[in-house]
C-alpha cells in the first residue's frame, strides 16, 4: 500500500473518531456500559476486517470509518466505566495499568503490523489487529460486570451535553487536554522526520526510536496510580507538563546527540506516562454524572489537539526548523500547566 494511501485512511479514521465520539460517546450516560463497549468493539472488528478484504481506495476508506465509529464508541465508555467502578487510590492504579496497555499497544502494534505486511501484504496487518481485537472482545463479554446506566436522563440525548457545558472546570479541564496534547504532538509527530534528518536513520532505526519511547511510557503509566496518590493529581499533571516542557525545548537544543535524544526521550516518555494518566483520573471525576459524555470530549480534544500540534508543527518545520517546532510545543505544555493552576478546584 502506498504511503499517501496509508496516511489518508489514518485521516479517515482519525476524523470519524473525532466527530463521532461525542455524538456517541455520551450514550454510555443513558445505556448500559457493557452493552455499549462490546457494541463498539464489535463494529471495529467488523471496520478492521473489512479493511483486510478491500480491493478499492474507495472500500478501504469506508471501512476504515467504520472502524473510526467503532472506536469512538468503544473507548470513551471503557474511560468512563473505570472511574464508575472504581474509586481513590484503586481509580489511579486501574488507570494507570490501562494507560500503560495502551503505550504498550503503540510500541508494539506499528512495528507488529509493518512485520505482518512484510511477511505477507497489508492485508495481514489488518487480520492480525482483527484478531486481537476479538480476543479483546471475548475477554469484555466473559470479565465485564453489566453497568446500567446510573441516569434516567429524562430530558432526553442532549441534557448530557448542557450537563457539561453548564459544570464549572468542565471547559476548563478538556482545554487542559487540547494544549497538552497540542504541545506533546508537535513534536512527536516529526520526530521521526528529525531523526532521519540528523542521524540518516532508516525506517527499522526510527521504528526503534520509538519502541524506545513506548516502553519507557509504559512503565511509567504502570507505575504512575501510586505516584498520583501520593503526590496528587494537581501536583503529578504540574510537576510534569513542566518537565515535559522542559524536555522538548532540550530536544532542539541538544537532540542532534543520538545518546542525549535517547535519554531526553525516555525521560520525557516517563514524564508523559505519569501526567497524561493524572489528568485521565481527574477529567474522569469532573461530571461525575456524565462520564461517558466528558470522556467522549476528552477524546475528541485529544485528536483536536493532534490535529492542530501537526498543523502548526508542519508549518514551521517547514519555515524555521525542528528548534521552532519544541519553543512551540513548550509553550503549549507550560499554557496546560498555567490553565491546571487556575482552577479553583481539582479533585484529587
Known amino acids: ?42 463494529i471495529f472488528l467488523l471496520g478492521t476486517l473489512l479493511c483486510g478484504l478491500a480491493n478499492s481506495l474507495l472500500t478501504f476508506y469506508l471501512y476504515r470509518a467504520i472502524a473510526g465509529i467503532g472506536a469512538a464508541l468503544f473507548v470513551p465508555n471503557i474511560w468512563a466505566f473505570i472511574g464508575t467502578y472504581f474509586n481513590g487510590q484503586r481509580l489511579n492504579q486501574v488507570m494507570g495499568i490501562v494507560m500503560s496497555s495502551l503505550s504498550l499497544s503503540i510500541a508494539t502494534g506499528v512495528p507488529l503490523g509493518a512485520l505482518l505486511a512484510q511477511l505477507s501484504s497489508w492485508h495481514m496487518a489488518f487480520w492480525g489487529s482483527a484478531m486481537l481485537t476479538l480476543i479483546a472482545s471475548s475477554i469484555l463479554t466473559i470479565a465485564i460486570p453489566s453497568l446500567p446506566s446510573q441516569n434516567a436522563q429524562p430530558d432526553g440525548y442532549f441534557t448530557s451535553f448542557k450537563t457539561l457545558v453548564h459544570t464549572p472546570h468542565a471547559i476548563a479541564a478538556l482545554l487542559i487536554t487540547l494544549t497538552w496534547m497540542t504541545g506533546f504532538y508537535g513534536v512527536y509527530t516529526f520526530l521521526g522526520v528529525f531523526a532521519t534528518a540528523t542521524f540518516h536513520f532508516n525506517t527499522i532505526q526510527t521504528g526503534l526510536i520509538f519502541i524506545t519511547y513506548g516502553s519507557a511510557n509504559f512503565v511509567a503509566s504502570f ?16 510537576i510534569n507538563g ?18 542525549v535524544l535517547l535519554i531526553i526521550l525516555i525521560v520525557l516518555a516517563l514524564s508523559q506516562g505519569w501526567g497524561v ?44 526548523g525542528f528548534y521552532a ?23 484529587d
Open 277 to 320: 494518566t493524572a489528568l485521565t483520573a481527574t477529567i474522569v471525576n469532573i461530571v461525575p454524572s456524565n462520564r461517558s459524555t466528558i470522556m467522549s470530549f476528552n477524546s475528541a480534544f485529544l485528536y483536536y489537539g493532534l490535529t492542530l500540534g501537526s498543523a502548526a508543527g508542519g508549518l514551521l518545520l517547514t519555515k524555521i
Open 325 to 347: 517546532v519544541t519553543i512551540a510545543a513548550a509553550m503549549a505544555l507550560l499554557g496546560a500547566v498555567l490553565i491546571t493552576n487556575a482552577l479553583s478546584h481539582y479533585s
Open 1 to 42: 500500500m502506498p504511503t499517501n494511501t496509508a496516511a489518508y485512511g489514518v485521516t479517515v479514521y482519525a476524523l470519524c473518531y473525532a466527530i463521532g465520539a461525542p455524538l456517541f460517546g455520551s450514550l454510555g450516560d443513558r445505556f448500559n456500559k457493557r452493552f455499549l463497549l462490546i457494541s463498539g468493539c464489535g
Open 223 to 238: 507505575f504512575a496510580g501510586k505516584l498520583i496518590s501520593l503526590l496528587g493529581k494537581k501536583q503529578s499533571v504540574t
Open 242 to 259: 513542566l518537565v515535559s516542557a522542559t524536555l522538548v525545548l532540550s530536544l532542539g537544543i541538544w537532540g542532534q546527540h543520538l545518546a
